[in-house]
């Protein structure tokens, strides 16, 4: 079946270590997105990518490294000058056509440190 | 002035119950609108995609009101499954990028 692969599911990160969450996706979209969720806080984007070997910073990029050397994956860094890296993150993929191009999210990567 | 607004809810409503979610939007130029389900700690998943003329899906029917620059959620029969947060999102071009813009979501507690 076709979908989007995030890993680690939980991660633990003391501070001043970056960490890298993976993504791959099997839909053979051309964009791929990275975003943020905090409690009682809307879904807020780092990075996106809409072709491979080119990426553009979204709403919240500071602290947070993104490549996409492959179509398939979007492995986003938090680095540690990401100040609140506590958060649940969530990899989305969608085609890039005219008119309704539909969000598929992976299962999200939920990054505490410690 | 948030560019997608939801009511937090939660909205607690007993089994067979109707409930309708509103959500409104700042920027007239938006192109697609959708709602999105997602249960706590899960990644949300698509519930529908809006069209202009309105559209249904079993118990669920979405609405465009592009005048008044909102969208709404209606659940008819609500079951204990549907108990959720619905997060409308809004599409549109901002420097010639293609932007998906979430609201907070509506938090829904379907009771027994």
């Known amino acids: 079946d076709g979908g989007i692969t995030q890993s680690p599911k939980y991660l633990f990160r003391k501070e001043g270590q970056n960490v890298t969450l993976s993504c791959e996706q099997n839909l053979n979209h051309d964009a791929m997105y990275w975003y943020r969720q905090d409690p009682g806080q809307g879904l807020r984007l780092i990075y996106y990518?809409?072709?491979?070997?080119?990426?553009q910073k979204g709403d919240i990029a500071e602290g947070y490294s993104v490549s996409r050397e492959k179509k398939e994956s979007f492995p986003l860094t938090v680095t540690s000058a990401q100040k609140n890296p506590t958060a649940f993150y969530l990899c989305?993929?969608?085609?890039?056509?005219?008119?309704?191009?539909?969000?598929?999210f992976g299962a999200g990567s939920r990054l505490t440190v410690l | 002035r948030k560019e997608v607004e939801q009511d937090p809810g939660p909205f607690n409503v007993p089994e067979g119950a109707t409930v309708a979610f509103n959500c409104t939007y700042s920027n007239s130029a938006s192109q697609s609108f959708f709602w999105y389900r997602q249960d706590c700690r899960k990644e949300p998943k698509l519930l529908m995609s809006?069209?202009?003329s309105g559209n249904e899906d079993g118990r669920f029917t979405a609405q465009l009101n592009r005048a008044s620059q909102y969208i709404s959620l209606l659940i008819r029969d609500s079951k204990l499954s549907d108990s959720a947060t619905y997060l409308c999102v809004v599409t549109g071009r901002g420097s010639g990028t293609y932007k998906y813009i979430f609201g907070t979501g509506t938090r829904l507690k379907v009771l027994a």
């Open positions: 989305a993929s969608s085609t890039t056509g005219s008119g309704a191009n539909v969000l598929t």
């Open positions: 990518s809409q072709i491979v070997n080119d990426f």
């Open positions: 809006v069209y202009s």
